[in-house]
């Protein structure tokens, strides 16, 4: 049993050698260490011989059985490599793993995110409305009534005479203080369309609006909470200013330029030389639409704000051509 | 509105620089949104003194010049037909360069030599004339710079008017505002005129029939005109605000508007019949030419000027043809009216005519200016033309404006801006912007506007003129404590995101297409005439065909997007959008807007690496998508259940997805027709779309923790033939069904379909794992319920255990 044994242990390692494949290493270790292996065989002979022949066996059998054991674990960690075939010191820890695919948010929807994590950073709430509006909740109660001038702001979509695309997400503030009470403090981040196609605007885009009313909010607290948000948005160092303009549902009214992102001030094309770049329009709510919502004037004030989304985005990431925002191209997405 | 720094400074004193006007502008709420230099280029260009002027020898139309040009005389070939002895015009000399680039040479025209050329006004950029040379008045030196004669350089600024703000379409209106940021003075223009005609009463009359639409009719007349051109001074401004130069009458009338704001029309006197003025209102169908050749239709939303007997102009917006001031005119009607600002809208909406006073008076004219305008047009038209003013105005005024009168509490102000002004500071403000302000007491004044501010009636308004006075900059910046709000957090948006962090994390990118689509789109989805994806919401206006409905369905806006890759050469597509859908609702309702998120796939779905072979995409990658996605978000045990194709999905690979009984979206593969309508015939795509709120609904669960299992699982493979038209779905549910409480998992870990088994049948595997909740489970135990399974599947769809 001793010359079998050794001649099994001769042949085992003979054989181990020259394995190059997972496959045949586990079809060794079956053949000699499994439940029915060759060497597992002899082991449950060993309690059938005399007992004075016993320890000797064992001990031989145990010793052959590390051996195999050991040598198996060897050979193993040398097929380990990524392709079978090469030892350990050869693996090419260079090869790409195997990656999954990965895929993109739309520039947009990051822009978007960004903007609502930091207005519900300071305490704002989400809502979202209808694309598609009455008049009243788009023009009407925002003090844009019928045959007025301030219309021409904004190239209208029309499904009915009274139904329209929303050409801004403002009717969200007529829609949020109708249904409540202050304090209001919302923003609401949506699709919006206008009549306007060309190299510089797309008929659909996206905006986000806020509304903040409650007991006595100022001018400065609106220039306090946008001031926060663009240097929470474009960097702590971005100047910033208030400027003078006109909304039918503000008053006083402001539009926010920052420092231009491109040139810092100096003056380019993006900037039309001025050194200054619109990315909001703001102001305190106007009375006239506190009077659609039943709210008072005298108690309560407040300001809304809204921002056109592509534009953040082209500041954001240098994009020059706002068309490519709804080509959907994958050389465009995949770099976002 | 445009107008030049040198036309500004006629009004108000400017002593700094163009750009920090400019600034200066732009923070008052007047935008400059563009600013350009005139007279840039022109530092070849001196004075030259014309000499002597004979015919060319060989050349019928030119002549030859002597010019004193300072330095040297020179001979200079000219087609001009105003040279003369004496003209003083601008002279480039050879080696010189025009402001266009172009070099001048000595050359040769027709034998004879020509040192330098005399200029026209549109080659120096001043005004579109080229009817001959520049005339300069008299006073420069030959040789002088010409940039210096003319106090170059000058600058054009493009001031964007809110619409609050027609008081600011006019340079004087401009200037105000100038006078007021920088404390300087405001010039008001001499408006002085000898009257020397007859007096107006026995010339005319103006009648106003509808005294709501024209509440002031102001009409001067002037007499024995002599038309001609304008003035250089008077084209040159004209130029740099967009008007065209006609002659100096209309010239004159046009300018006063640009001045002052107030539009002005100017009649022949000659051709109005019974020589007088009657305001009505149009009757419907009544046509009528305006001045620019337009025969158009009006109706009783247009009011008319009419002379004795007919129409002469459109109130507020255009001429009348056969009224118009031409060559011949010798007296002149000039109006100064007032229209109501939605009854010129209207009109000029119905009509689509747009025109530089009917953009002011839908804004408001300034009815109180209406008289000094008028007499500014008078003087400035006896001055130009030689005429005689008639004695006096006829001033017809049924409807006198009063100034609003203005409660104006300092201590509101403050609180709504967040600063502390004085009641004095605000007074000042107040006054300089040229408003009434009587103190009431000391927290309160009473403030009466002028007339040209027609924007502001309230409180707020004037709030906002102080705040814009004493300037946004200077107000303190603070932060508000911010209370929540009641509503708000909507479940979508916080959806959104989580879905689009699975979905780009399976390997999909987000798009966005249009939400609108085209009419016949859901014709290219093959949507039969009942289907509700026919019920389209239609755009009154759309911008294109392509995009004159709102969309019913995701599909078309994918496959452009799969279509636009497809031909820039992307082999895999994995796209998803997260949008709305509009489906029409009866009557005046609002659409119906569905929220979907969808997903294509499309080509490969593995590339060839080193350790994969490349594969194209299928059934069960998307499957495994919306499983992965569905599972992800906290949803388990959906069904998909094949049934009748939703348009746009191929007829053989489609199903229904449903969850807790409840549908929540449809999957498939895109038809083949589908796919050739979008030049992918080549190609196959496989699609799924999720109703978003009814997945919210099923979302309302948390989720609760399980407790581990406590007694081992025992594990059962089972592998049975069946015929190919069994859904493994059906016996898994009959497996989940008769394993009861003791069946914790089941899986398909094999499935055969092939040769061996012919083509009606195929071999599935299943691994069961079997556990109880409250003991050990005994073998026998698990073998009679594995046993009960096989049987139930064998009654149930003839399926039986593979042998071997
Ligand atoms: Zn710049």
């Given at each position: 049993?001793?010359?079998?044994?050794?001649?099994?242990?001769?042949?085992?390692?003979k054989?181990?050698?020259?394995?190059?494949?997972f496959?045949?290493?586990?079809?060794?270790?079956?053949?000699?260490?499994?439940?029915?292996?060759?060497?597992?065989?002899?082991?449950?002979?060993?309690?059938?011989?005399?007992?004075?022949?016993?320890?000797?066996?064992?001990?031989?059998a145990?010793?052959?059985k590390?051996?195999?054991?050991?040598?198996?674990?060897?050979?193993?960690?040398?097929l380990?490599?990524?392709?079978?075939?090469?030892?350990?010191?050869?693996?090419?820890?260079?090869?790409p793993?195997?990656?999954?695919?990965?895929?993109?948010?739309?520039?947009?929807?990051?822009?978007?995110?960004?903007?609502?994590?930091?207005?519900?950073?300071?305490g704002?709430?989400?809502?979202?409305?209808?694309?598609?509006e009455?008049d009243?909740?788009?023009?009407?109660?925002?003090?844009?009534?019928?045959?007025?001038?301030?219309?021409?702001?904004?190239?209208?979509?029309y499904?009915?005479d009274?139904?329209?695309?929303?050409?801004?997400?403002?009717?969200?503030?007529?829609?949020?203080?109708?249904?409540q009470?202050?304090?209001?403090?919302?923003?609401?981040?949506?699709k919006?369309?206008?009549?306007?196609?060309?190299?510089?605007?797309?008929?659909?885009?996206?905006?986000?609006?806020?509304?903040?009313?409650?007991?006595?909010?100022?001018?400065?607290?609106?220039?306090?909470?946008?001031?926060?948000?663009?240097?929470?948005?474009?960097?702590?160092?971005?100047?910033?200013?208030?400027r003078?303009?006109?909304?039918?549902?503000?008053?006083?009214?402001?539009?926010?330029?920052?420092?231009?992102?491109?040139?810092?001030?100096?003056?380019?094309?993006?900037?039309?030389?001025?050194?200054?770049?619109?990315?909001?329009g703001?102001?305190?709510?106007?009375?006239?639409?506190?009077?659609f919502?039943?709210?008072?004037?005298?108690?309560?004030?407040?300001?809304?704000?809204?921002?056109g989304?592509?534009?953040?985005?082209?500041?954001?990431?240098?994009?020059?051509?706002?068309?490519?925002?709804?080509?959907?191209?994958?050389?465009?997405?995949?770099?976002? | 509105?445009?107008?030049?720094?040198?036309?500004?400074?006629?009004?108000?004193?400017?002593?700094m620089?163009?750009?920090?006007?400019?600034?200066?502008?732009?923070?008052?709420?007047?935008?400059?949104?563009?600013?350009?230099?005139?007279?840039?280029?022109?530092?070849?260009?001196?004075?030259?003194?014309?000499?002597?002027?004979?015919?060319?020898?060989?050349?019928?139309?030119?002549?030859?010049?002597?010019?004193?040009?300072?330095?040297?005389?020179v001979?200079?070939?000219?087609g001009?037909?105003?040279?003369?002895?004496?003209?003083?015009?601008?002279?480039?000399?050879p080696?010189?360069?025009?402001?266009?680039?172009?070099?001048i040479?000595?050359?040769?025209?027709?034998g004879e030599?020509?040192?330098?050329?005399?200029?026209?006004?549109d080659?120096?950029?001043?005004?579109?004339?080229?009817?001959?040379?520049?005339?300069?008045?008299?006073?420069?030196?030959?040789?002088?710079?010409?940039?210096?004669?003319?106090?170059?350089?000058?600058?054009?600024?493009?001031?964007?008017?809110?619409?609050?703000?027609?008081?600011c379409a006019?340079?004087?209106?401009?200037?105000?505002?100038?006078?007021v940021?920088?404390?300087?003075?405001?010039?008001?223009?001499?408006?002085?005129?000898?009257?020397?005609?007859?007096?107006?009463?026995?010339?005319?009359?103006?009648?106003?029939?509808?005294?709501e639409?024209?509440?002031?009719?102001?009409?001067?007349?002037?007499?024995?005109?002599?038309?001609?051109?304008?003035?250089?001074?008077?084209?040159?401004?004209?130029?740099?605000?967009?008007?065209?130069?006609?002659?100096?009458?209309?010239?004159?009338?046009?300018?006063?508007m640009?001045e002052?704001?107030?539009?002005?029309h100017?009649?022949?006197?000659?051709r109005?019949?019974?020589?007088?003025?009657?305001?009505r209102?149009?009757?419907?169908?009544?046509?009528?030419?305006?001045?620019?050749?337009?025969?158009?239709?009006?109706?009783?939303?247009?009011?008319?000027?009419?002379?004795?007997q007919?129409?002469?102009?459109?109130?507020?917006?255009?001429?009348?043809?056969?009224?118009?001031?031409?060559?011949?005119?010798?007296?002149?009607?000039?109006?100064?009216?007032?229209?109501?600002?939605?009854?010129?809208?209207?009109?000029?909406?119905?009509?689509?005519?747009?025109?530089?006073?009917?953009?002011?008076?839908?804004?408001?004219?300034?009815?109180?200016?209406?008289?000094?305008?008028?007499?500014?047009?008078l003087?400035?038209?006896?001055?130009?033309?030689?005429?005689?003013?008639?004695?006096?105005l006829i001033?017809?005024?049924?409807?006198?404006?009063?100034?609003?009168?203005?409660?104006?509490?300092?201590?509101?102000?403050?609180?709504?801006?967040?600063?502390?002004?004085?009641?004095?500071?605000?007074?000042?403000?107040?006054?300089?912007?040229?408003m009434?302000?009587?103190?009431?007491?000391?927290?309160?004044?009473?403030?009466?506007?002028?007339?040209?501010?027609?924007?502001?009636?309230?409180?707020?308004?004037?709030?906002?003129?102080?705040?814009?006075?004493?300037?946004?900059?200077?107000?303190?910046?603070?932060?508000?404590?911010?209370?929540p709000?009641?509503?708000?957090?909507?479940?979508?948006?916080?959806?959104h995101?989580?879905?689009?962090?699975?979905?780009?994390?399976?390997?999909?990118?987000?798009?966005?297409?249009?939400?609108?689509?085209?009419?016949?789109?859901?014709?290219?989805?093959?949507?039969?005439?009942?289907?509700?994806?026919?019920?389209v919401?239609?755009?009154?206006?759309?911008?294109?065909?392509?995009?004159?409905?709102?969309?019913?369905?995701?599909?078309p806006?994918?496959?452009?997007?799969?279509?636009?890759?497809?031909?820039h050469d992307?082999?895999?597509?994995?796209?998803?959008?997260?949008?709305?859908?509009?489906?029409?609702?009866a009557?005046?309702?609002?659409?119906?807007?569905?929220?979907?998120?969808?997903?294509?796939?499309?080509?490969?779905?593995?590339?060839?690496?080193?350790?994969?072979?490349?594969?194209?995409?299928?059934?069960?990658d998307?499957?495994?998508?919306?499983?992965?996605?569905?599972?992800?978000?906290?949803?388990?045990?959906?069904?998909?259940?094949?049934?009748?194709?939703?348009?746009?999905?191929?007829?053989?690979v489609?199903?229904?997805?449903?969850?807790?009984?409840?549908?929540?979206?449809?999957?498939?593969?895109?038809?083949?027709?589908v796919?050739?309508?979008?030049?992918?015939?080549?190609?196959?795509?496989?699609?799924?779309?999720?109703?978003?709120?009814?997945i919210?609904?099923?979302?309302?669960?948390t989720?609760q923790?399980?407790p581990?299992?406590?007694?081992?699982?025992?594990?059962?493979?089972?592998?049975?033939?069946?015929?190919?038209?069994?859904e493994?779905a059906?016996?898994?549910?009959?497996?989940r069904?008769?394993?009861?409480?003791?069946?914790?998992?089941?899986?398909?870990?094999?499935l055969?379909?092939?040769?061996?088994?012919g083509?009606?049948?195929?071999?599935?595997?299943?691994?069961i794992c079997?556990?109880?909740?409250?003991?050990?489970?005994?073998?026998?135990?698990?073998?009679?319920?594995?046993?009960?399974?096989?049987?139930?599947?064998?009654?149930?769809?003839?399926?039986?255990?593979?042998?071997?």
């Open positions: 049993m001793k010359a079998q044994l050794l001649e099994l242990e001769t042949r085992a390692l054989e181990i050698d020259a394995i190059a494949e496959s045949e290493l586990e079809a060794f270790r079956i053949r000699y260490l499994g439940k029915k292996g060759q060497l597992t065989r002899f082991v449950k002979q060993i309690g059938r011989l005399a007992p004075e022949e016993r320890p000797a066996m064992g001990k031989l145990n010793r052959i590390k051996e195999l054991s050991d040598r198996f674990e060897q050979a193993k960690a040398a380990d490599s990524p392709k079978a075939g090469g030892r350990a010191s050869l693996m090419d820890l260079t090869l793993g195997r990656a999954p695919v990965r895929g993109h948010l739309h520039p947009i929807s990051r822009v978007i995110q960004e903007v609502c994590r930091i207005f519900s950073r300071m704002f709430r989400v809502v979202k409305g209808p694309n598609v009455l009243y909740y788009n023009f009407e109660a925002l003090n844009i009534p019928r045959d007025h001038p301030a219309r021409d702001m904004q190239d209208t979509f499904i009915t009274n139904i329209v695309l929303r050409t801004h997400t403002s009717p969200m503030q007529v829609r949020v203080m109708e249904s009470k202050p304090p209001v403090s919302i923003i609401a981040p949506g919006v369309y206008r009549r306007d196609s060309d190299v510089s605007h797309t008929p659909m885009f996206h905006q986000v609006e806020g509304l903040l009313v409650d007991k006595g909010v100022t001018f400065g607290d609106l220039k306090g909470t946008l001031a926060s948000f663009v240097h929470q948005m474009f960097g702590n160092e971005t100047p910033l200013r208030f003078p303009s006109f909304f039918p549902f503000t008053e006083p009214s402001a539009e926010v330029d920052i420092r231009c992102v491109m040139c810092k001030g100096t003056g380019c094309r993006t900037c039309s030389h001025t050194g200054w770049l619109e990315i909001l703001s102001g305190m709510v106007d009375p006239e639409v506190y009077r919502v039943d709210y008072d004037p005298d108690v309560y004030s407040g300001f809304a704000f809204g921002m989304i592509e534009r953040i985005a082209m500041l954001k990431y240098g994009i020059d051509d706002i068309q490519l925002f709804f080509k959907n191209d994958m050389r465009f997405l995949r770099q976002f | 509105m445009k107008t030049t720094l040198s036309w500004l400074k006629e009004y108000v004193d400017i002593d620089s163009a750009h920090e006007l400019a600034h200066i502008l732009t923070m008052t709420g007047l935008e400059v949104e563009g600013m350009e230099p005139v007279g840039r280029f022109l530092d070849d260009i001196i004075v030259g003194k014309i000499e002597e002027v004979r015919p060319h020898p060989r050349a019928e139309r030119l002549s030859i010049c002597t010019v004193d040009a300072g330095s040297q005389k001979k200079v070939a000219c001009a037909p105003n040279v003369a002895p004496g003209v003083l015009a601008p002279l480039i000399l080696a010189g360069r025009l402001p266009n680039g172009t070099l040479e000595e050359i040769r025209i027709r030599l020509s040192t330098g050329m005399l200029l026209a006004e080659e120096i950029g001043l005004t579109d004339d080229h009817s001959g040379i520049m005339m300069l008045d008299p006073g420069p030196a030959p040789g002088e710079r010409l940039t210096a004669v003319l106090g170059f350089p000058d600058w054009v600024f493009d001031i964007a008017i809110t619409p609050n703000r027609p008081d006019s340079v004087i209106g401009i200037a105000r505002e100038i006078a940021a920088t404390g300087r003075t405001l010039r008001i223009p001499d408006a002085h005129m000898d009257e020397t005609g007859p007096p107006i009463q026995e010339l005319t009359s103006v009648t106003i029939l509808d005294p639409a024209c509440p002031r009719y102001a009409a001067g007349v002037i007499q024995e005109v002599t038309p001609g051109p304008s003035p250089f001074w008077m084209r040159y401004r004209l130029h740099h605000s967009e008007v065209r130069s006609i002659n100096n009458l209309v010239d004159v009338t046009n300018y006063v640009l002052m704001g107030q539009p002005l100017a009649f022949d006197y000659d109005l019949r019974e020589n007088r003025i009657v305001v209102r149009a009757r419907e169908g009544e046509s009528f030419t305006t001045l620019d050749g337009q025969t158009r239709t009006m109706s009783r939303e247009n009011l008319m000027i009419c002379d004795g007919r129409p002469v102009a459109l109130a507020g917006i255009m001429g009348g043809l056969n009224s118009e001031i031409f060559a011949n005119t010798r007296h002149v009607l000039i109006e100064s009216a007032c229209f109501d600002p939605v009854t010129i809208r209207r009109g000029s909406k119905r009509l689509g005519l747009s025109t530089e006073a009917s953009y002011r008076f839908e804004r408001g004219a300034d009815i109180g200016g209406a008289g000094l305008a008028l007499k500014r047009a003087s400035l038209m006896s001055r130009l033309s030689g005429g005689k003013v008639a004695k006096g001033d017809n005024y049924p409807r006198p404006w009063t100034p609003p009168h203005i409660r104006f509490r300092t201590e509101h102000a403050n609180r709504i801006l967040g600063a502390s002004l004085s009641q004095t500071a605000v007074k000042g403000f107040l006054e300089a912007l040229g009434d302000v009587r103190q009431t007491d000391d927290h309160e004044l009473m403030v009466l506007p002028p007339s040209f501010r027609v924007d502001i009636s309230r409180e707020v308004d004037l709030i906002e003129e102080v705040a814009r006075c004493y300037g946004f900059d200077r107000i303190p910046l603070t932060y508000p404590t911010i209370r709000s009641e509503q708000g957090d909507a479940a979508e948006v916080f959806f995101e989580q879905v689009g962090s699975i979905m780009t994390g399976l390997g999909f990118s987000e798009v966005i297409t249009y939400s609108f689509i085209s009419s016949d789109a859901v014709d290219v989805l093959r949507a039969d005439k009942e289907s509700p994806i026919r019920s919401v239609r755009l009154m206006n759309p911008l294109t065909i392509d995009q004159s409905v709102l969309r019913t369905s995701l599909i806006g994918l496959m452009a997007a799969v279509k636009t890759n497809v031909a992307q082999k895999g597509l994995r796209l998803f959008e997260w949008g709305k859908t509009f489906f029409q609702k009557g005046d309702q609002l659409p119906l807007e569905t929220i979907w998120i969808a997903a294509v796939m499309a080509g490969r779905f593995q590339e060839k690496t080193w350790y994969q072979e490349e594969r194209k995409c299928d059934y069960y998307i499957k495994g998508a919306a499983e992965a996605l569905l599972n992800g978000i906290g949803l388990n045990d959906m069904r998909f259940q094949k049934e009748e194709a939703h348009p746009g999905y191929d007829r053989e489609f199903a229904g997805i449903y969850c807790a009984e409840r549908r929540i979206g449809r999957i498939g593969r895109i038809d083949s027709d796919m050739a309508a979008y030049d992918l015939k080549d190609e196959d795509a496989y699609l799924f779309e999720l109703d978003i709120a009814s919210l609904t099923l979302l309302s669960r989720t923790f399980q581990f299992p406590r007694f081992p699982a025992v594990l059962r493979d089972l592998s049975l033939i069946v015929d190919r038209q069994i493994s059906r016996i898994l549910d009959i497996i069904r008769e394993g009861g409480d003791f069946l914790e998992s089941v899986r398909i870990f094999d055969y379909e092939g040769k061996k088994l083509t009606s049948q195929k071999a599935i595997a299943f691994r079997y556990r109880s909740a409250h003991e050990t489970l005994e073998g026998e135990q698990v073998n009679r319920l594995h046993e009960a399974i096989i049987e139930k599947i064998h009654q149930e769809t003839g399926g039986r255990l593979r042998e071997g």
